[in-house]
């Protein structure tokens, strides 16, 4: 379990994680549930050889789901078997053709079918088993705080993401992401209702994507995404929070007030979708 992020701000909330993220993934992984999961993935994985294999190990099959963040799809086993065998080379094919891009994650890393055709993959590497382990602890981080602060939650994921962004198409399959970009650029929820090609358009006349490269412009972006979701969805403060406690201790006791400044975002709705 994570600390309790409830009533601070969004931005409070995200120097706290910064500040105790280590300690407390390392709390995770010694919580008898998760150490025990991850015990057994690391002891069965490496006899496992096909994708039937795969879904029918139901505990190693779980923890994996989870470490892609794909929880809300683990009883579809029969789909994810299917994505398992689809050929990364043909167009049509369904790992191809689902927008979920976690799914294109879990296929590439398990390999069992790549652009030769079927493989069958040597999972006993420990150097990759425990990146699938680190993959499932940074998850379960990312999301018992997302559960608590919705604007940490896609932070922390944009944190992890922004760095595969090469285009516009890469941010508008992944939903979280979607909304980040909307909200720091000013753009309106409405537009992610229209079709993906206008809404590429609409995101390249608004923002060059080759500025992600840039460290300070990512975390200005972040910045502006967090001090307008407060506005929008503002928590409920309350001094009495431990998380509070442990982060005033932290810097003697004293918060420092800090204002920031974000200039006004004006556009015309109708303008936007021409």
Partial sequence: ??????????QLALNLIDATRDRQIDTLRNEAVHERTADAFRERIASITTPEEFVQD??????????????????????????????????E????????????????????????????????NVAWQESIVDNY???????????????????????????????????????????????????????AALELEQQERIFEERFDIEKLKDPEVVQGLITKYVAISDVLNPPQFTTNSVAVSLLSSSFGGQFVP??????????????IYR
């Fill in 58 to 91: 139901f505990e190693v099959y779980s923890f994996v789901m989870r470490a892609f963040d794909l929880e809300d799809q683990i009883f579809g086993k029969a789909m994810i078997r299917k994505v398992l065998e689809s050929d990364p080379s043909d167009d």
């Fill in 1 to 10: 379990m994570v600390l309790s992020i409830t009533g601070l701000g969004s």
């Fill in 137 to 191: 602890f940074n998850t379960v981080f990312r999301n018992e705080n997302a559960e608590q602060n919705n604007t940490v939650g896609t932070v922390l994921e944009l944190r992890e993401k922004v760095g595969e962004i090469d285009k516009w198409l890469d941010v508008l399959k992944d939903k979280e992401m979607g909304e980040f970009f909307r909200t720091a650029l000013g753009l309106p929820k409405e537009m």
């Fill in 93 to 124: 094919s369904l790992v191809n053709r689902l927008t979920n891009a976690n799914l294109r994650d879990l296929h590439d890393a398990l390999g069992f079918t790549t652009e030769a055709g079927p493989q069958t993959p040597d999972f006993s």
């Fill in 258 to 271: 800090i204002t920031i400044d974000i200039p006004p975002i004006n556009f015309q709705s109708s303008a």
